[in-house]
Every structure is written in C-alpha cells, then in structure tokens.
C-alpha cells in the first residue's frame, strides 16, 4: 500500500509531464529519458515500478544486467488522473483566448536530422547549428550543437538546469568567462529517434 504522504503528495510540473505521458501510453510506460532523480522520487512515492526488458519486476531479479524501464503503479495512475483533471478544470476556467497554433512534429532519427532543424528535447526548442561525427562501436554517432530557442521558457520552467546552457571561453587577462547561456547538444546514433518540428511551408 502507498504511503498517504506519497499518494497525496503534489507532483512538481516535470513530475506531472512524465505521468501524464505514461497514462498515455498503452503500457503505462514512464519516457526513457526521465531523469534519473525524478525517477527516484517517483519509486520512494510508489508511483512507478521498475521492470526489465521481458517484464519482470526488476526487484525480483537480483544483479539483472540489461536495460529496465519504469510502469506507473496504480497509485501513479491515480496521481496521473488527478493532473489531467486539474488541468482539464483549469482549462476551462480560463477565459477563451486565440489559440496559439503549435507546430506539427515528425519523427527523424539522428542520421536523418540536418541545419536549421528544430528538435524538441526536455521541452526546448533547439535549433541545430553545426554537425561533428564520430565512429563509436561501428556506429556513427551525430553530435549537433544547437541554440535553445525559447529559453526565457526554460528559465521560468527550470525544463533543466541553467549551467547545463551555458559555456565558457578563455579571454586574456580575464581567464574563462561565460560565452553563451543558450547552447544544448543533441547526440546520438542512428538508433536514437528526435521529434522534430515540421517548417510551416510543410505543416
């Protein structure tokens, strides 16, 4: 059974995003690229459980080698519900407003991802500026330096720590000094798959 205090407990907005994507899955699968801390208060709340790859509780598999993957429990079903219900009823408090379009996404992997395309990644908009490659285990893996587009979004949401933005270069008599506070990269091999914004010529 759950604790009340983990049942009752308010997720935070990150928490709400990687519950609601899971209810939306039909095996109530939480995103693989959760962060790891989040996942652990999510476990120490009884929201998720973790399993391997053929789907067997993880805790009943002791030393299990291979990769696992986190299920909402049905205490995280319930907690995920009540986020859908608050923002549903927040929704329909607000006064009507123009919708804003967003744009449509397709899905690329990174071998098929080029300049100037703008992939979505922790709720940023990164446009990618300048491609290096490098041969990892007979794989090409595609490494994008890219510019976060809405990072005043970012700021007030904390979708990720600001230091992991930022950058630094060496300046003579100053020594290294901040360069930039809007730069993420956006890695991978061809296995890797990246939800990419469609151009509005496209849409």
Known sequence: MGTKTGIDTVPSTYQAGLLL???ADDRRRIPSDAKGRTLDIMLSRQWVREYTADGRRAAAVPNYPGFTHFRLTHHGINAARKVKAQQEAAETAQTPEEPQP????????SSQLAEGDIVRDHGMRVRLDELTTTER????????A????????????QHVPMSFLRTTKWEAGRGWVTDREDYWAVQGNKLATWAVEVPDDRA
């Open 137 to 144: 285990q007979g794989l090409t893996v595609y490494h994008w």
């Open 102 to 109: 967003q744009p449509r996404t397709e899905i690329k992997d």
């Open 146 to 157: 890219g510019t976060v587009l809405n990072i005043d979004e970012v700021r007030e949401a």
């Open 21 to 23: 994507a899971a209810l």
